[in-house]
């Protein structure tokens, strides 16, 4: 069973498209991030959220937003991509106020 | 402002060696430390993590140290195995903002057979 999935694995569009990824756990945690790992694998924090409350890293761009259906879902979507979009993206949860983050294995954004 | 520093960048280690792997911190608010290790294509995965109020936790071949004065803390493998070749990341976080982890810069670390 998987704890944290994410689709896709691998996307790959033009500069200028908007895309969505979809992240789910069944954890049955009430916090999830999302973290971009650039070609470096330097991994730095980009959201994290529970049903109260979203904190933004303060270096997104508002091209990114992240919208959540329900507790088990963290989707990021990214308006007017950009060449310097492209990375890997992971998707994490913790319970709230929990320390653990479990990681889903990552989805490779290509932007030509 | 990188907040946690990690080295080595990279390291290459024989089957059955100790590999170390160290991290400093400037946030004095930071109260948690884990340690996460990454495969190739793989989501990072919680490997060992420590608290300030200890200054050493073991968990098999897997060792931190912690120096809470020195705002340092490492990473030992003890009997380091090929297995065990992957990227390993230092991580920090605090009790406010859902506990956002800062990480490291990450180390590449290779085991010889």
């Known amino acids: 069973d998987t704890a944290v999935s994410q689709t896709p694995k691998y996307l790959v569009t033009q500069m200028g498209n908007d895309k969505s990824i979809k992240c789910e756990q069944n954890l049955g945690h009430d916090t999830m991030y999302w973290y971009k790992q650039d070609s470096k694998k330097f991994l730095k924090i980009m959201f994290s959220?529970?049903?109260?409350?979203?904190?933004i890293n303060e270096t997104v761009p508002n091209r990114f937003s992240p919208k959540s259906p329900d507790k088990a879902h963290l989707n990021l979507h990214i308006n007017s991509l950009e060449l310097g979009d492209s990375a890997v993206y992971f998707c994490?949860?913790?319970?709230?106020?929990?320390?653990?983050?479990?990681f889903g294995p990552g989805t490779r954004l290509t932007v030509l | 402002q990188q907040q946690v520093k990690q080295s080595p960048q990279s390291l290459i280690v024989q089957k059955g060696g100790i590999s170390i792997i160290n991290c400093a911190y400037e946030n004095t608010a930071f109260d948690y430390f884990p340690w996460y290790q990454q495969f190739p294509g793989k989501g990072p995965a919680l490997l060992i993590a420590i608290r300030p109020d200890v200054s050493e936790k073991k968990e098999g071949r897997f060792t931190i140290s912690f120096n809470k004065s020195a705002k340092q803390f490492s990473l030992h493998i003890m009997d380091s195995q090929p297995g065990d070749s992957a990227t390993y990341f230092c991580?920090?976080?605090?009790?406010?903002?859902?506990?956002?982890?800062?990480f490291g810069s990450g180390t590449q670390l290779t085991v010889l057979p």
């Open positions: 991580a920090a976080s605090d009790s406010g903002s859902a506990r956002q982890l800062t």
């Open positions: 994490a949860s913790s319970i709230r106020g929990g320390s653990e983050q479990f």
């Open positions: 959220y529970n049903n109260k409350e979203l904190i």
